[in-house]
Structure formats: structure tokens, C-alpha cells
């Protein structure tokens, strides 16, 4: 392959067309998804390699591409487990409060969130439907003692037979869930709060599924094979954005 076809085929991501090479906005989507870096932040570290870029069009790469991202991120870890662990925690959405919900799996695995206003029947409800259409396996749920998961779950035939367990929060016996509040948080502070239900949505579906795909369990891991396997997930992560780039060319 030539050069200039070579140049032309990193021009274009997924299938549209851009002035920046795919390696820059993969490079970009990454950053904003897998740090807590503003959109300035990262057009900084852009402009300190070269790259004249806004922070606007970085917000419209990362809208664009990153639930795309994120999904080929669920795909390529390994199979969810089979237990169930959910919580829900407060975010302040321009001064009203809503509920963030959260499942993850025995694995620290996030399976899904969902941000919605109640707190009640109908809303555990719809949360149970929207994980159960990406993992409908599982053997045992663990909650707290809030009456709205019982209740929702008697309503769903494909949790009938699913052992339900519950823990009290102070028993600290839920950390699996409690725990993976805590890159939300920290996120929700170096963005001063989120604002809107339906762009935190988005963000947050997003921002899981990418920076587990990176985050690794470093305390179990010595310090060569932690750079083997971050090295294999930039290679995957890579194959998803700048070489599915050139497929679509070829």
C-alpha cells in the first residue's frame, strides 16, 4: 500500500470522514474516557504533540464514537459472571437529585447503569430489564435491603428462580458495588457535577466499559506482566479504531 493511500485510509474512522488522522481521535476518546481530563485538558496535551484541535470537536469525537468504543470494549472482556451486584447512589443533576443505578459482577465487571429520577418499583424494574438484555445468565443477586428490588423481581419471570441476597450497607458486605461508585465520584468532582440526565447517561455507559478495559488489577500483577497486558489492550483497542479504519478503506 502506498503512503498517500495509507494517509488516506487514517483519515477516516469507521466509516466518516475527518480532518484529524484516526490515530488522533482514537488517541483523544481514549484520554477523555479513561482519566478525568476536561475537554481543555486534552486538547492541551494534543496541542503540546502538534495537534491544533479544539475542545468542542474532541466533545463531538467523543458523542460520535465512544459508545461505538464502548461497546466493542464489553465485547472483548472476558464472559460477565453470574452473580449480580447492585446499588445505587445520589448525583445532583442542576440541583435536582437523581439515582444512579449500577451492577456489577463478582469480578468488579460493571454490567450496566442507568440514571433515573426514582426510586421505586418501576424503576428497579427497568433497571433489571436493561441488564438483563446484555447478561441474561445469572445465578444469585446481591442488594441492600431496599423493598423496590424484591418487588421488581417478582414482576420478571427470568429472575423467578435467581437466589436474591440482601446486605446491610454498614455491614460493608456490598463493597463489590459500593466500590464502583468511587471513579464516578471522582469524575463527578473534577467536572464540578454533572448537569443533564441524558448526557450523564451517555457519558457514564461509556466511560466504564473503556477505562476497565485498561484499568488492570495492579496489586496482582508484577511490574513487567502489568505492561504486557496494557500493551496487549492498546493493540486491541488500536485494531478497534485505526486498523478498523483501514479495513473499511481496503
Not at 476536561?38 to 479544539?54: K, N, P, Q
Not at 468504543?69 to 459472571?81: C, D, M, S, T, V
Not at 451486584?85 to 454490567?111: K, Y
Not at 427497568?126 to 445469572?138: M, Q
Request: some cysteine.
Amino acid at each position: 500500500m502506498s503512503s498517500l493511500i495509507r494517509l488516506a485510509c487514517l483519515a477516516v474512522l469507521l466509516g466518516g470522514c475527518h480532518r484529524f488522522p484516526a490515530v488522533v481521535i482514537s488517541c483523544a476518546v481514549r484520554w477523555y474516557f479513561r482519566f478525568s481530563l476536561s475537554l481543555r485538558d486534552i486538547e492541551e496535551l494534543l496541542l503540546d504533540r502538534g495537534v491544533v484541535v479544539t475542545y468542542e470537536t474532541i466533545r463531538c469525537w467523543c458523542d460520535k464514537f465512544g459508545a461505538g468504543f464502548a461497546k466493542r470494549a464489553k465485547a472483548a472482556r472476558r464472559k460477565a459472571g453470574s452473580t449480580w451486584h447492585l446499588d445505587e447512589m445520589f448525583v445532583t443533576l442542576r440541583g435536582e437529585p437523581h439515582l444512579l443505578w449500577r451492577a456489577v459482577d463478582e469480578h468488579g465487571g460493571e454490567l450496566d447503569v442507568l440514571v433515573q429520577e426514582q426510586r421505586d418499583k418501576a424503576a428497579a424494574k427497568r433497571f433489571f430489564k436493561l441488564v438483563l438484555r446484555s447478561n441474561p445468565v445469572l445465578r444469585k443477586i446481591v442488594t441492600d435491603q431496599l423493598r423496590s428490588y424484591p418487588a421488581a423481581k417478582a414482576d420478571i419471570p427470568e429472575l423467578a428462580h435467581v437466589k436474591h441476597v440482601f446486605v446491610k450497607a454498614a455491614a460493608r458486605v456490598n463493597n463489590r458495588a459500593e466500590n464502583s461508585h468511587q471513579p464516578t465520584r471522582r469524575r463527578e468532582r473534577q467536572m464540578c457535577g454533572f448537569r443533564d440526565a441524558r448526557r450523564t447517561q451517555a457519558f457514564l455507559s461509556c466511560s466504564g466499559p473503556i477505562r476497565q478495559h485498561f484499568a488492570l488489577p495492579r496489586r496482582q500483577m508484577n511490574a513487567a506482566c502489568h505492561r504486557a497486558v496494557l500493551k496487549e489492550g492498546f493493540a486491541t483497542w488500536h485494531g478497534w479504531t485505526i486498523a478498523g479504519a483501514i479495513e473499511k478503506i481496503i
